[in-house]
């Protein structure tokens, strides 16, 4: 079995899920590639090694700096081909979601979406992913020569395992682009991705209003944690859709995460509950949010989180 894992990388910096599909990919003893398009990294190769990387595929071409999803997605089917890869893999991010259905309908290949844990038996691929809104999770096997599976986020951890990278450009005859992504608008400087944080603290209709919200920025910073909100805290208007976790914004996989006056609702959970550790602080005993937590404190927010910003200060000093 042949493994092609799609490189992600957005302003000349290679995204984490790149490394934690090589640390997958390598756990399964299997070769594999990693392919990049339209980028110019120069130390793609020393980066990519530290993790073990041993073949590396720049992929050039006239017009490849800006992303297109139908051009992405026709020129990843022929290097699958090309390559003859058994399985294309790639991250359940934002890019891997509008990619991977392009290629498996161009491959007519079977797709398996944000998939939290990847074995192999034998010469079959086992799959575990979450479904409705994470009620079940459904052991999945692909029966097809070409595979391509999306993994989620920070559910396997990237280790480096050095190697010696094979670093080499191919030049591709690019398509007619449908569509092109012109720009990408980022949010404020500096910010951590809730998909890609290790800790992150999320508000929701219980911190009252915006004008709270800095309670949760200050515990995120002394963290170093991202921040998220809940959907109701995002619909009110107190935080940017960007920072929204659950079924209709992000799904996030985090060491840590917690929730602050967040009730609960399903759809949240959805979005949260593969998190390695869930710590909730509500004044509700009966709130949902308790029955996934690992830690529940049970008090008013606003007396909790002053205090705890207070320790950690003391502890940062």
Sequence with gaps: MKVLIYGEHRDGQIRKITFENITLTKSLNVPFEVVFIGTDIPDAGEQLSRYGAEQVTLIKGSGLEKYSPDGYAKILAQLVQKHEADVLLMGATATGKDLAPRVSAILNAPL???CTKVELEGDQLRLIRPMYAGKVLANVSLNSGIKIVTVRPNV???????????????????????????????????????????????????????????????????????????????????????????????????????????????QHLAGMSSSKYIVAINKDPEAPIFKVADYGIVADLFEVVPKMIEELKKMKN
């Design 112 to 114: 398996a979406t944000d």
């Design 156 to 266: 396997y951890s990237a280790h480096e395992n050095p190697a010696d990278a094979d670093v080499r450009e191919e030049t591709v005859e690019v398509p007619d682009f449908k569509t092109v992504v012109k720009e990408i608008i980022s949010g404020a400087k500096g910010k951590l991705d809730v998909t890609e944080a290790d800790i992150i603290v999320s508000g929701g209709r219980g911190m009252k209003g915006p004008e709270n919200w800095h309670l949760i920025e200050e515990l995120a910073e002394l963290l170093g944690a991202a921040t998220g909100a809940s959907r109701a805290a995002v619909d009110a208007g107190w935080r940017p859709h960007d920072e929204q976790v659950g079924q209709t914004g992000k799904t996030v996989s985090p060491t840590l995460y917690v929730a602050v006056g967040i009730s609960g609702a399903i």
